[in-house]
């Protein structure tokens, strides 16, 4: 087989094997028997993305449009080749607990089809060395995201809302519907869209390709200047924290709650949020600032990175403390999670240890992501479970209902608890080289405060699995309703999702590279913040309430009030603006163009010609040899520049 046909492969076959779905969604009689080829299509990804993490390596290229030098260029490195078995993996296993969750519903054509197309550009991102390709998978998560989570799009299910109605902060009403999300997330998301590309071409000038493993970041950075360094980077960022929903453009993540919970896990796993993140992993390896201290401008850059990341952590886990809704939780917790990412990689730049080929400092954020994947999703697809077995999308269940669910229990239990950074379990020894990396930056460069908001962090997140653990199916209120027959795909989904958490931990515990990981996790300080973390957990699961920080915890599941911000206080701002300009600048401008400006051009052209306009023949001859002089003139030049 031929590495053109294992591309294609890997990126079509999920978008071709949905489009009969998607022509056919009014047949009934094969809109039950078509998702079925949907998730044989990612499958085909997934054997592919296996293959290709086996057997290929460096950089392939294809031609795509010649005459402009643009091209498909692919790399298989450290990064893309573990991300592309992660990414197709985790679309693969939500595939399949999709087929029973969706089943019945009035879009089914629509769902496959962008579910593929999204999890196919989640791909293209990863294995793309060409940022202008890079770029077309980024719009087709964007283009995808918003038909997914605006599915639900007649807005006539409570269950698909997210907030609580009534529930009102001033004149605003704290609750927002399918179609509102969908808006939302692709408004927010074009916002960074735009500087990003317009960083991506001033790459193209500058730099003379657009190819990230061949672009000498180093002079071109010291071309810009630190100004020129600074607005480049920062519109790169711009598109990547809106994308993973960093502070402040973090609401977008909230709303997507409303869509499907197969898409809540696709996006808050190992796509879309992750995205962002990934691309700045990828970018930061091929820049190698650890290398680059004399780039002015360039630390601040990575400061400002690790600031946004620590920021987006802290509030993303102090707000889930307060959250009542299942998916919504989770979400913030994985605003959180992503938040860690960045800050982790961020850190590179102070950074020159190598483990495996690979600053130690971008391993460790990349590994977080891929333990991150699996287990967050794992926890979203028991929340869509729960959400369809009690008919409520808020946090209920006794431990009755706990034992009825045994199979989601158990999940709960390894996903949050493998996920949080308890002592020998698989987060742990990511999070000990955390430490790791934070102790570096407070011991040899004065910065204490990203390992103490490290902590702080790891304590909080630990509370809200704790609580979304408990709350569920140990001492949450006793459903009102309860529908918990079936479910045979969906806990196949969950099961093998969680299953690969205990893979991982079989690499950390016996792989080489992995040695770094184990000696972290020995270290005094690791062991330390690993039991406050147990503690912490084992406290909220008996005592849940305290997660909520008692009377503070309406003012954090109203998200500090960051949405009155976003959806009353800035559009108001806007039209405010808008109405100024309306009435007085726009009238002003129109005025001054159309009476002073086009009036006076026509009037001088309109004498320049009359003058012309003598009547006599002579002056006519005289104006055409004297055209005619200058052509000549013009030729000669030409002619001579050639035969030069």
């Given amino acids: ?52 993490l086996i057997n290929l390596e460096g ?72 940022l202008f390709l890079l770029f077309v998978g980024w719009e087709g998560l964007g283009a995808a995201s918003w038909g997914l989570i605006g599915h639900w799009f007649r807005d006539d299910d409570d269950i698909a809302y997210v907030g609580k109605a009534g529930r009102k902060v001033g004149p605003l009403e704290f609750i927002w519907s399918p179609s509102f999300g969908g808006w939302r997330a692709i408004s927010t998301i074009r916002f960074g869209d735009v500087p990003m590309f317009l960083a991506i071409a001033a790459i193209w000038v500058f730099a003379g390709t657009l190819n990230i493993s061949e ?81 002015p401008g360039l630390e601040y850059v990575f400061i400002f990175v690790l600031a946004v990341g620590l920021l987006s952590g802290f509030y993303g886990a102090l707000c889930g403390t307060g959250m009542r809704e299942r998916k919504v939780l989770l979400a913030s917790s994985t605003m959180s999670s992503i938040g860690l990412m960045f800050a982790a990689g961020a850190t590179s730049y102070w950074i020159e240890i190598e483990v495996a080929g690979m600053n130690l400092a971008l391993l460790v954020a990349f590994w977080y992501m891929a333990i991150h994947a699996f287990a967050k999703a794992s926890l979203f697809l028991v929340a869509g479970h729960l959400i369809h077995g009690t008919h409520s999308r808020f946090l209920c269940g006794d431990f009755e209902f706990g034992k009825r669910m045994k199979t989601a229990f158990a999940v709960t239990i390894i996903a949050s608890s493998f996920l949080v950074g308890i002592p020998l379990l698989t987060a742990y020894w990511v999070k000990s080289s955390m430490d790791v990396l934070y102790e570096h930056l407070w011991l040899h460069h004065d910065m204490a405060l990203p390992l103490v908001l490290l902590i702080v962090i790891s304590l909080l997140y630990s509370a809200v699995l704790a609580k979304f653990l408990s709350l569920n199916f140990i001492k949450g209120d006793k459903p009102e309703h309860e529908h918990l027959e079936g479910g045979g795909l969906m806990k196949l989904g969950y099961v093998l999702m969680a299953s690969v958490l205990f893979v991982i931990s079989c690499g950390i515990i016996l792989f080489e590279e992995a040695e770094h990981f184990r ?20 406290v909220a699961v008996y005592k849940p309430s305290i997660s909520a920080l008692s009377r503070f915890g309406s003012f954090l599941s109203d998200r500090m009030y960051l ?13 405010f603006i808008s109405h100024i300009l309306d009435d007085y ?11 002073k400006v086009i009036p006076g051009v026509f009037g001088w052209t309109s004498r320049r010609i009359r003058a012309i306009q003598s009547g006599y023949l002579s002056r006519y001859i005289n104006i055409v040899l004297g055209l005619v002089m200058i052509i000549l003139v013009i030729v000669v030049i030409l002619v001579r520049g050639v035969w030069q």
Wanted: proline share 5%.
């Fill in 519 to 538: 000696h972290a996790g020995g270290e005094a300080m690791s062991i330390g913040v690993g039991l406050a973390i147990l503690a912490v957990f084992l």
């Fill in 585 to 595: 600048v726009n009238p002003a401008i129109d005025g001054f163009f159309n009476t």
């Fill in 59 to 130: 950089q392939y290229t294809y031609p795509w449009i010649p005459d402009l030098g643009i091209n498909f260029v692919f790399m298989i490195d450290y990064l893309s080749s573990y991300m592309g078995v992660v990414t197709a993996l985790i679309a693969f296993f939500i595939a399949i607990y999709g087929l029973e969750y969706m089943k019945g519903d009035y879009r089914p054509g629509w769902y496959w089809f962008c579910f593929n197309l999204f999890t196919a550009s989640m791909l293209l991102v990863v294995y793309s060395d060409n």
């Fill in 563 to 575: 949405p009155y911000l976003n959806d009353y206080i800035l559009p108001k701002i806007g039209f």
């Fill in 215 to 295: 672009i000498n970041w180093h002079t071109l950075f010291i071309t810009l200047g630190a100004a020129g360094t600074i607005i480049l980077m920062v519109c790169l960022l711009m598109g990547l924290f809106t994308k993973s929903a960093q502070v402040p453009f973090c609401e977008w993540l909230m709303t997507a709650m409303t869509g499907p919970t197969t898409v809540s896990a696709l996006l808050h796993s190992a796509t879309m949020v992750a995205a962002g993140a990934f691309v700045f992993l990828k970018l930061t390896w091929y820049i190698e600032p650890w290398h680059l201290h004399d780039v």
């Fill in 1 to 52: 087989m031929s590495n053109e046909l294992i591309f294609l492969l890997l990126f079509l076959a999920p978008v071709v094997s949905s489009i009969p779905i998607a022509l056919a969604y009014k047949s009934k009689g094969w809109t039950d028997k078509l998702p079925y080829l949907s998730v044989f299509g990612i499958f085909i990804s997934v054997v592919m993305s296996i293959y290709i």
